[in-house]
Nanobody, 116 residues
């Protein structure tokens, strides 16, 4: 069972930056896919950014050019650098990992609140 622990959320003014971290209990090189999802009140959970074990990266259109996902294998950590934050980025952000297609793991979530 892979444990994922997010950190780095908080309250920030519009235009500010935050960096989220997702620490894995196992080597992230063993995980096929890792991503960051977010869920705002009353909305469905959506994929924000993802990175595969092969290094392929994808972003939701709403965050392209503002968010950057990266990983440091030695630290067993995936990061989400968020810049130029907007009030509509306010949500609970969840780290997600998948191994062997069907093994899926979620973190507990971290709240990001962007004030206008």
């Amino acid at each position: 069972q892979v444990q994922l622990v997010e950190s780095g959320g908080g309250l920030v003014q519009a235009g500010g930056s935050l960096r989220l971290s997702c620490a894995s209990s196992e080597p992230i090189s063993s995980l096929d896919f890792m991503g960051w999802y977010r869920q705002a009140p009353g909305k469905q959970r959506e994929l924000v950014a993802s990175i595969t074990s092969g290094g392929t990266i994808n972003y939701a259109d709403s965050v392209k050019g503002r968010f950057t996902v990266s990983r440091v294998n030695a630290q067993k950590t995936v990061y989400l650098q968020m810049r130029s934050l907007k009030p509509e980025d306010t949500a609970v952000y969840y780290c997600y990992a998948r191994r062997f297609v069907t093994n899926i793991y979620w973190g507990q979530g971290t709240q990001v609140t962007v004030s206008s």
